[in-house]
C-alpha cells in the first residue's frame, strides 16, 4: 500500500512538470488591413464583361474603405481564370500573400444580371461563402456591389456589413453669415452618382436622423422662423408636419421601434428646456424631464429602456443616462470639459459623445456606465457623431477655422472606426454637415 | 475621592479621552505632538542599533556580482541562435521551393482533371441569392514539405551536466567567518590574513562554479525568455488583429498546437470549440489566431531545435485587451 502512496506523491510532482505544454500569451499583432484578393467579374457578353469591371470596382473600394482590407494589385496575380467554377491553385496567392480570394461572374440570363461568387480562405486551402443574386437591371449594379461586399464582410469579420446603406446629411453653400442649408442623401462610399437634394435651399433644415429600421427621416426646418419637426419617407417621397414648436427646439430623433420621437424644446414661458416623447401614431406628447437646467440630445438605447441626454442641471453640461419614462436620472459623465450630442451605439454596448476640453473638441466612447471613457478623434471642431448600423463605425463633422472675413469655416463629413485607427474623408460635392447613417436597405 | 483620582492614571486616561471626545484643541495638538516625536524617535533609534549589522557586509557583496555576470552562458547562446535562425529559415525556404517545383507538374494535372468535373456542377440550378453547393476541398493542394534534416545544430557551450546544488550555506559561512579576537601577535595575523585570504579565493571559485551550473542548467532545459520573446515577436507580424471588432477585448481565444521536430506546424486547435460554432464574432477572432500559424511568414516558427521536449506542444492565448486602455 505504501508503495502506492509514494508512486502517487511521485507522480503528482514530476509527470506534470515533464509533460506541461508551453504557455504563450500573444498580446500584439498588426493592425493594419487584410490582404485579399479580387479577380475579375467574367462576363459573357460586352455589357456584361463592363458590368463585372464595374462590381469588382464598388466591391473593392467598400472593402478598402472600412480600414479592415486592402486590395491587392491584380498586377500580381499569378492565376487569372474564372475561379468559381474552378479549385484555386491556393498556393499561388499565397505567394503574393493574399489572405483572402474573391472571384465572381456575371451573366445575363432571362433579362436579369445574375452574378455568383465565391470566397475563399487562402491560408487555410478552403472556400468560405458561396453566394448567387440577381438584379432586373443595370441600374441596380451599385447595389449589387454594395450586397457583395456586405457579404464578403459579414463572413470575414463576423458582424452585419455596412455597405448597403445611405447618409443623409446637410449640403451646404454660401458665406457663412449667409449659408444656404439644404437636407441631401448620398451611399456610404459618397459616390458622385448617389448624391441628391432632398430639400431645394429656402428655409434652413437642421438635425436629420434616420428611423432605426426603415427608410425615413426626421429633421428640423425652420418656415418663418418657426421651426418644424418634419417626418420624410424616402421610400414613396411623402413628407409629413409631426408638429411646430415654438421656442427654441433641437434634434429630434426616433424611438427603436421607429414609432416614437424624443425631443427636447423650451416652454415659451418658462424658456426652461426639457426632453419630450412624442407618440407618432396619438401625437401625444409626455414631457420625461423636469429640472431647472437645460436638458437636451436624448438618444434611446436599441432596446428601447434607456435614454441618454445632455444636461447642465450640475452647473455644465454632462451626460446622464434615465429610464424611457423620465424615471431614475443618473449621471454617467465624470471627466473635465463640456459634454454633448450623446448617442448609444446600435450595439448597445458604447456611447459617443463630443467633449469640449482644452479649447479642442474630441469625439469619444464610453460605456453605458459612463466607464472605460476614450478619445476617438480630436480637432478644432468636431461635431454630430452618428453610428454605422453595425455599431463599428462613427460619422461626423469636421469645421474649419473661420476668418473675419467671412471665408472658411468649411464642413467636412469624415468616418472612423471605433479603434480611431481608421479615418477618411467623404466626398461631397459641396460642403456637408450633421450626418446620419440609415440601416440597411 | 478626587485626590484618589488624580493620581490614579487610568482616571487620567479616561479624562484626557472625554476632554478629546468634546474636542478640546490644546489637548489635540498635545496628543499629536507627542505621537509625531514618536514617529521620528522609532526611526532614529532602530538606526542606531543596526549600525553594527551594516558594516559587516561589503566585503563579500560585490565580488559575487561581477562573477555572475561574467560567467553566465545565456548571452552567448543568444548570439548563436541570432547566427543561425536567419541561416536555417533561408534553407528550410530553399528546400521547400524545390519540393514544390517537383510536385507541380503533377499537381496540374490532377487539378485539370477536377476542374473539369466542377465545371459540370452547375449553380444556375439554385435559387436566386444562396448557394449551398461548395467547391470540394482540393486534397492534392496541402503540400506538406518533407520533413527537413538540417546540417546543423544548435549546443551550447560548455554545457554542463546537471549537478544538485544544496552547497548553499557554505555561501553564509563566508559571510559569516569573522577572525575572532585574539592577542595581539603581529606574525599570526599576518599568517591569519594570508590563510584566510587563500580561503576565501577557495571559497569564491566553488560559489563560481556552482553559480554557473545553476544558470548553464535552467538555460540547457527550459525555454529562455528571449527564446520565448523571439517566438511572440514572430506571431505578431503573422496576426492581424480583427481591431474594433464587438467584445473583442474580451474576448482570449486559447490555441493549442503540435509542432513537428522540424519546427513546423503539425496540427493548430482553438481549444475554446464551443463557442466558435455559437458567437460569430468569436469565431472571426478563433478564425484570425488560426490564419496566424498558417501565414508563411510563421511556417517555420522560431524554436531552438534543442529544446524539443519543451516546445513540441505550444497553449497560444491571443489577449487584446491592451487595445482598449483608457485615453
Not at chain 1, 265 to 287: G, Q, V
Not at chain 2, 180 to 191: A, D, P
Not at chain 2, 207 to 235: A, C, H, P, R, Y
Request: charged fraction near 30%.
Amino acid at each position: 500500500m505504501k508503495k502506492y502512496y509514494y508512486l502517487t506523491i511521485l507522480l503528482i510532482f514530476f509527470v506534470p512538470s515533464s509533460y506541461a505544454a508551453l504557455d504563450v500569451t500573444i498580446s500584439q499583432g498588426k493592425v493594419e488591413p487584410t490582404p485579399i484578393a479580387i479577380t475579375n467579374f467574367f462576363g459573357n457578353s460586352d455589357k456584361t464583361i463592363k458590368g463585372g469591371e464595374v462590381l469588382r470596382e464598388i466591391i473593392s473600394n467598400n472593402l478598402t474603405n472600412s480600414g479592415l482590407f486592402y486590395t491587392v494589385d491584380d498586377d500580381l496575380y499569378i492565376q487569372s481564370d474564372n475561379l468559381v467554377d474552378k479549385v484555386p491553385r491556393f498556393e499561388d496567392w499565397k505567394i503574393i500573400k493574399a489572405q483572402f480570394l474573391l472571384s465572381g461572374d456575371i451573366k445575363f440570363i432571362d433579362n436579369k444580371y445574375s452574378v455568383r461568387i465565391r470566397l475563399y480562405d487562402v491560408f487555410a486551402g478552403q472556400e468560405i461563402k458561396a453566394v448567387k443574386m440577381s438584379i432586373p437591371n443595370k441600374d441596380l449594379l451599385r447595389r449589387l456591389g454594395h450586397k457583395i461586399s456586405d457579404q464578403v464582410y459579414e463572413r470575414i469579420t463576423g458582424e452585419g456589413g455596412y455597405f448597403d446603406t445611405r447618409i443623409v446629411y446637410i449640403s451646404e453653400v454660401g458665406p457663412l453669415n449667409q449659408r444656404v442649408k439644404r437636407l441631401a442623401i448620398m451611399d456610404q462610399d459618397g459616390h458622385s452618382d448617389s448624391h441628391q437634394f432632398l430639400t431645394n435651399g429656402k428655409n434652413l433644415v437642421l438635425t436629420p436622423r434616420f428611423a432605426p429600421n426603415n427608410q425615413t427621416i426626421t429633421y428640423m426646418e425652420y418656415e418663418n422662423n418657426t421651426p418644424r419637426v418634419y417626418i420624410y419617407n424616402l421610400k414613396n417621397g411623402v413628407r409629413e408636419i409631426v408638429g411646430d414648436f415654438p421656442g427654441m427646439t433641437f434634434a429630434p430623433r426616433f424611438s427603436p421601434d421607429s414609432q416614437k420621437i424624443v425631443m427636447s424644446f423650451s416652454d415659451p414661458k418658462t424658456a426652461n428646456t426639457e426632453i419630450y416623447l412624442m407618440d407618432l401614431n396619438t401625437r401625444t406628447i409626455n414631457r420625461l424631464t423636469n429640472d431647472p437646467g437645460i436638458d437636451t440630445s436624448p438618444s434611446f438605447s436599441p432596446d428601447g429602456k434607456k435614454i441618454v441626454f445632455n444636461s447642465d442641471r450640475a452647473g455644465y453640461p454632462q451626460l446622464y443616462v434615465m429610464d424611457s419614462n423620465g424615471k431614475n436620472i443618473k449621471r454617467i459623465s465624470r471627466g473635465k470639459g463640456v459634454y454633448g450630442n450623446p448617442v448609444w451605439s446600435p450595439r448597445g454596448d458604447q456611447i459617443a459623445f463630443t467633449k469640449l476640453t482644452q479649447g479642442l473638441f474630441h469625439i469619444g466612447l464610453m460605456d453605458t456606465n459612463g466607464l472605460n471613457e476614450r478619445v476617438v478623434v480630436k480637432d478644432f471642431s468636431l461635431e454630430s457623431p452618428a453610428w454605422s448600423p453595425n455599431g463599428r463605425y462613427l460619422i461626423y463633422y469636421r469645421q474649419q477655422r473661420s476668418n473675419e472675413d467671412g471665408t472658411g469655416g468649411q464642413t467636412s463629413i469624415h468616418f472612423i472606426d471605433i479603434t480611431g485607427y481608421n479615418e477618411r474623408k467623404i466626398n461631397t460635392p459641396r460642403d456637408a454637415s450633421d450626418p446620419a447613417w440609415s440601416p440597411l436597405l | 475621592m478626587y485626590i484618589q483620582n488624580i493620581f490614579n492614571p487610568l482616571h487620567q486616561i479616561k479624562s484626557y479621552l472625554e476632554d478629546l471626545l468634546y474636542n478640546k484643541r490644546d489637548k489635540t495638538f498635545t496628543l499629536i505632538s507627542v505621537l509625531v516625536h514618536i514617529l521620528f524617535l522609532i526611526p532614529m533609534i532602530s538606526f542606531t542599533f543596526n549600525e553594527n549589522q551594516i558594516t559587516d557586509v561589503p566585503l563579500i557583496l560585490p565580488v559575487e556580482m561581477f562573477i555572475v555576470e561574467e560567467k553566465t552562458a545565456a548571452p552567448e547562446f543568444e548570439q548563436e541562435v541570432n547566427e543561425i535562425i536567419p541561416d536555417m529559415i533561408e534553407e528550410v525556404q530553399e528546400m521547400e521551393e524545390e519540393l514544390v517545383e517537383e510536385e507541380v507538374v503533377e499537381e496540374v494535372e490532377q487539378i485539370e482533371a477536377k476542374e473539369e468535373i466542377l465545371a459540370t456542377e452547375s449553380i444556375e440550378e439554385e435559387n436566386d441569392f444562396v448557394i449551398d453547393q461548395k467547391v470540394k476541398p482540393e486534397e492534392i493542394i496541402e503540400q506538406k514539405p518533407e520533413e527537413v534534416k538540417n546540417d546543423f545544430e544548435i549546443k551550447l557551450k560548455n554545457k554542463p551536466e546537471p549537478k544538485e546544488i544544496v552547497e548553499e550555506p557554505e555561501v553564509e559561512i563566508v559571510l559569516k567567518t569573522k577572525p575572532k579576537k585574539k592577542t595581539f601577535n603581529v606574525s599570526k595575523v599576518l599568517k591569519d590574513i594570508e590563510q584566510e585570504s587563500e580561503d576565501f579565493k577557495k571559497e569564491q571559485e566553488t560559489t563560481e562554479d556552482k553559480q554557473s551550473d545553476v544558470f548553464t542548467d535552467e538555460v540547457g532545459e527550459k525555454m529562455t525568455i528571449s527564446e520565448l520573446e523571439m517566438l511572440k515577436q514572430q506571431l505578431y507580424s503573422c496576426y492581424t488583429v480583427p481591431a474594433g471588432a464587438k467584445e473583442f477585448q474580451d474576448m482570449k481565444v486559447q490555441v493549442k498546437i503540435i509542432v513537428n521536430p522540424d519546427r513546423t506546424v503539425k496540427e493548430a486547435i482553438i481549444k475554446n470549440t464551443a463557442k466558435m460554432t455559437s458567437d460569430p464574432f468569436f469565431r472571426t477572432a478563433g478564425e484570425a489566431a488560426l490564419r496566424a500559424f498558417n501565414h508563411p511568414n510563421c511556417s517555420v516558427l522560431m524554436l531552438p531545435e534543442d529544446k524539443y521536449d519543451e516546445w513540441n506542444e505550444i497553449n497560444f492565448t491571443f489577449d487584446f485587451s491592451w487595445m482598449f486602455d483608457k485615453v
